[in-house]
T-cell receptor, first 114, second 114 residues
Framework: KNQVEQSPQSLIILEGKNCTLQ??????????LRWYKQDTGRGPVSLTI?????NTKSNGRYTATLDADTKQSSLHITASQLSDSASYIC?????????????FGGGTRLMVKP | SAVISQKPSRDICQRGTSLTIQCQVD?????MFWYRQQPGQSLTLIAT?????????ESGFVIDKFPISRPNLTFSTLTVSNMSPEDSSIYLC???????????FGQGTRLTVV
């Protein structure tokens, strides 16, 4: 069964600090891994998407890594801002005849405090 | 990218009634997806809606409870029928970009059943 596990479930950090969110997956056949940011009351918004051959990808202060051998990914947030307070969802895509099948992690709820 | 307009953004409904959620995309897409996100949880796929054919429902979701229409390549509706308080959730529609691109989400409909 395809699964995506995220840790920690929730995290509180002070503004300006860095943090790293983890994602472990067992999804096959792997197509790509995505990180989304979901503000309260809003739909998820894409941060990064990585295929099998990509080890790292950055989007501003967000840097995602992917280790396809160990099936792990991380999302590193640098110099956090209050607006980074949100849920971060790791989503792994498997490719089948019908198209992309997405498996969602449970999310990490991040709170950045002043 | 795709811009998705979803409405209503929120509603409070009486139990036993039905609510229809609309999703409009600014480009033609083959498949549209409907998700449910219960409080504090990640997203769960309800069904996949292809234009010109019946929607494909995931385990635990049935057409009588969540009828879906897909009259053309830019529009879909999801109806939550005979609502109970357990149906209180955020409902989101989504489309996929090309292969290996990210999914795009509407802003969600926050449904409260009283």
């Amino acid at each position: 069964k395809n699964q995506v596990e995220q840790s920690p479930q929730s995290l509180i950090i002070l503004e300006g600090k860095n943090c790293t969110l983890q994602c472990n997956y067992t999804v096959s056949p792997f197509s790509n891994l995505r990180w989304y940011k979901q503000d309260t009351g809003r739909g998820p918004v894409s941060l990064t998407i990585m295929t099998f051959s990509e080890n790292t990808k950055s989007n501003g202060r967000y840097t995602a890594t992917l280790d396809a051998d160990t099936k792990q990914s991380s999302l590193h947030i640098t110099a956090s801002q209050l607006s980074d307070s949100a849920s971060y969802i790791c989503v792994v895509s498997a490719r089948n005849n019908a198209g992309n099948m997405l498996t969602f992690g449970g999310g990490t709820r991040l709170m950045v405090k002043p | 990218s795709a811009v998705i307009s979803q409405k209503p953004s929120r509603d409070i409904c009486q139990r036993g009634t039905s609510l229809t959620i609309q999703c409009q995309v600014d480009s033609q897409v083959t498949m549209m997806f409907w998700y449910r996100q219960q409080p504090g949880q990640s997203l769960t796929l309800i069904a996949t809606a292809n234009q010109g054919s019946e929607a494909t429902y995931e385990s635990g979701f049935v057409i009588d409870k969540f009828p879906i229409s897909r009259p053309n390549l830019t529009f879909s509706t999801l109806t939550v029928s005979n609502m109970s308080p357990e149906d209180s959730s955020i409902y989101l529609c989504s489309v996929e970009g090309r292969v290996n691109t990210e999914a795009f989400f509407g802003q969600g409909t926050r449904l409260t059943v009283v």
